[in-house]
């Protein structure tokens, strides 16, 4: 049987397929299919049984990452949206926190709402602080909204009452009648979607749920369409940003969760790779075709955050901390109105591509300046099935770049890939040195199609001493599914000054929450055995506007108050030390919110070294090539990688090629392949 993991970027679309007998593994690449996501998975899963000579009922396990939400609200594409909200309060979309996008620049503009003005409708009722009814739901009200929408041609509405997270009975009884008069409408309850505080972060959370929802639910159906067609027989499940997968209905229901899909399941991927090998300290380093995605592993767990921001706009829901920087082999270079050299963010994507892919694309892109540089074989990409053009990157670079510059070709070259450099490295800053870690005890772990190419130099320019790259990096996105489980988080906000007269109640509320997480593990059918629960909660000194997140694993709930109280306060005190750099002793600690969450442990295959080929022995490569390093043209060896046995030592500089992606390793360095098939690149 087999187990295939499938990740959708923007530019390509990669896929892993693992024997669960033999362990062995199969990478897959092709360029993404923008119009409909799903052509480009048919045709790799149909690549990758041909491959395998298995049919589509051998498929034991498909797991999917995907951007398709991100995208959706990036290009503003989603579904035509309303929202019905409580009396006084439609404007909160509009006024948010009343932050700039940026503190200097005031020619930067805040993201208009995604939902306008004349659609967020106004209904009477309101709830207190406790969720006492006030004000009873006006459901005249409701119903005559329900029906304006639907002749509007409205496809979703978002329902975000105040309060609501406290009492859900106004949002239930809204819900019900816009099912009843809206049947084919996507319906969004903030209470469903995040039932926690702050209303302008619920709202905006639940709208982009709603304004997702009706293209997921059909890029989903699609989706499933295709792989049964494939002929496979088991329902696929969706990676979510926690780092865990999620049911295609549950996917559907909550798009939301899904922002960071795919550069969270390369994380989790590399954590687990990064443990075996011997490095749990990492900084992943994820260079795909449009943008750069970093992020932080200590002890081999993934940070986490509770709220990040996508194309503009909060969304609060729990997720793999990534920082993400418009810089991939697809950013465009330019020049500025002042004349200055600028790369990304905006990408040529993969239609057209970069001027290389000879699709109509004419901008210079990070990888035609990698071409120009001899740092890419023109016929080596996804095997061979991408030949590149030389001639179109250099006339790219050299009229956009290099003639009005007054550059030559290769410093100009040169000049685009040193400013991608730095907005790598100080993305990789913003989630390290910045919070206080040093990066002199990490690894950076180089993954994606471009990430190998550009880690010596990023690593380098941070004073990092090792990289890791794991076999046929471009496809770790994918492979990351295949090392996840399935999980489900709930939230509960309960505002409470910490202390023994308080957790009584908490471990109330955490019960009723292992009770909500047991039926969702029962709808999966999850074996008893299987399942975990993880407790935590939010918590900040009495006071303050913001909360730091204390895990509770650990602590007996049904214990004595009283040590429990000492231990919360102390793992408490250290969070708030490890995030802020101090804490504020005999000051009172506010519970806000209490999370759970819920894990399905689903079986992963191990996944065997790749074996070596007999392609070049342990000091030999395959041919030489002319690189451009330090305005200076090198020949240089070139090495297949499946040819490199385990133990081999590369001294650079050099380059080795594979698949799905290249490795440059610089004068200086040098690369060592482990037994398990990742090199370990010593600078």
């Known amino acids: 049987m087999i187990r295939i993991g499938i990740d959708v970027g923007g530019t390509f679309t990669d896929l892993v397929a693992v024997d669960e007998a033999s362990g062995l593994a199969r990478h897959f690449k092709l360029p993404s299919t923008p119009a409909d996501p799903a052509l480009a998975i048919a045709d790799g899963v149909a690549a990758l049984l041909d491959q395998i000579g298995a049919p589509g009922e051998a498929i034991a396990f498909l797991g999917h990452g995907t951007t398709v939400v991100t995208n959706l609200i990036i290009e503003r594409s989603g579904a035509r949206c309303a929202l019905l909200t409580t009396a006084g309060f439609r404007d909160v979309l509009e006024i948010g926190r009343q932050t700039r996008p940026d503190l200097y620049d005031y020619t930067v503009e805040r993201a208009p709402p995604l939902v306008p003005r004349h659609l967020r409708i106004e209904i009477a009722e309101r709830l207190d602080a406790d969720g006492r009814v006030l004000v009873a739901l006006d459901e005249a009200a409701v119903a005559d909204a329900a029906e304006a929408l639907a002749g509007a041609g409205i496809e979703a509405v978002a329902v975000g009452f105040l309060h609501s997270y406290k009492n859900d009975v106004h949002e239930r009884r809204a819900g019900e009648i816009l099912r009843r008069l809206m049947p084919h409408a996507f319906i969004a309850l903030s209470s469903e979607v995040l039932p926690e505080f702050r209303e302008f972060e619920r709202l905006s959370t639940t709208v982009i749920n709603a304004y997702a929802g009706p293209r997921m639910v059909r890029y989903l159906d699609g989706f499933a369409e295709r792989m049964a067609g494939q002929g496979a027989r088991v329902t ?126 004419m901008a210079a892109t990070i990888t035609d300046a990698n071409l120009v540089l001899g740092r890419l074989n023109p016929a080596a990409l996804l095997g061979g099935r991408l030949t590149l053009d030389v001639a179109a990157a250099r006339r790219a670079v050299a009229e956009q770049i290099a003639a009005p510059l007054g550059l030559s070709l290769e410093r100009a070259a040169d000049g685009i890939l040193r400013i991608a450099t730095a907005g790598m490295a100080r993305a990789i800053r913003s989630i390290s040195t910045e919070r206080g870690r040093d990066l002199r005890r990490f690894a950076l772990f180089a993954y994606g199609g471009a990430g190998p190419l550009h880690a010596g130099d990023v690593a380098r320019e941070l004073g990092i001493p090792r990289i890791v790259v794991p076999a046929e990096p471009g496809t770790l996105c994918a492979r990351g599914i295949l090392h996840s489980d399935l999980s489900f988080d709930l939230v509960q906000t309960r505002i409470a000054i910490a202390g023994p007269e308080a957790w009584p109640d908490i471990a109330t509320r955490f019960d009723d929450m292992t009770r909500s997480a047991g039926a969702m593990l029962d709808r999966e059918r999850v074996a008893a055995h299987d399942r975990q629960a993880h407790l935590g909660v939010d918590a900040r000194y009495e006071g303050q506007n913001f909360e730091v997140y204390v895990a509770l694993d650990g602590v007996g709930m049904g214990g004595e ?96 090629e594979e698949m799905s992606a290249t490795t440059l390793v610089h004068p200086g360095q040098r690369a060592t392949a482990d037994p398990a098939g990742n090199l370990i690149i010593a600078l």
Not at 256 to 261: A, K, L, P, Q
Not at 275 to 294: M, N, Q
Not at 639 to 648: D, L, S, T
Request: net charge neutral; glycine share 14%.
């Open 236 to 361: 696929p499940l969706i990676f979510h940003s926690n780092g865990g997968l999620m049911s295609v209905a549950t996917a559907a229901r909550f798009p939301v969760r899904t922002c960071v899909s795919g550069p969270a399941a390369g994380v989790v991927g590399a954590a687990a790779i990064g443990l075996e090998a011997g490095f749990p300290d990492l900084v992943t380093f994820d260079v795909g075709g449009t943008s750069t995605d970093v992020s932080l592993v200590e002890a081999g767990h993934p940070a986490f955050t509770a709220e990040r921001m996508v194309a503009g706009f909060p969304v609060r829901v729990p997720m793999i901390d990534i920082e993400a920087i418009g810089a991939g082999g697809g950013s465009i270079a330019r020049l500025d109105p002042a004349g200055a050299l600028k790369v990304g963010p905006l990408s040529a994507g993969a239609e057209p591509g970069p001027a290389a892919y000879g699709r109509g694309g």
């Open 561 to 656: 108050a009283g040590p429990l109280d000492a231990e919360f306060v102390r793992r408490f005190r250290a969070a708030h030390a490890a995030l802020y750099g101090y804490d504020i002793p005999g000051r009172a600690i506010e519970i806000v919110t209490l999370r759970l969450k819920a894990v399905g442990v689903v079986a992963k295959p191990k996944i065997a070294a790749p074996a070596s080929a007999p392609a070049n022995d342990r000091a030999g490569g395959i041919g030489r090539r002319r690189v451009y390093f330090d305005a200076s043209w090198v020949e240089i060896p070139v090495y297949q990688r499946a040819g490199i046995a385990a133990g081999a030592q590369i001294d650079g500089p050099a380059v080795i």
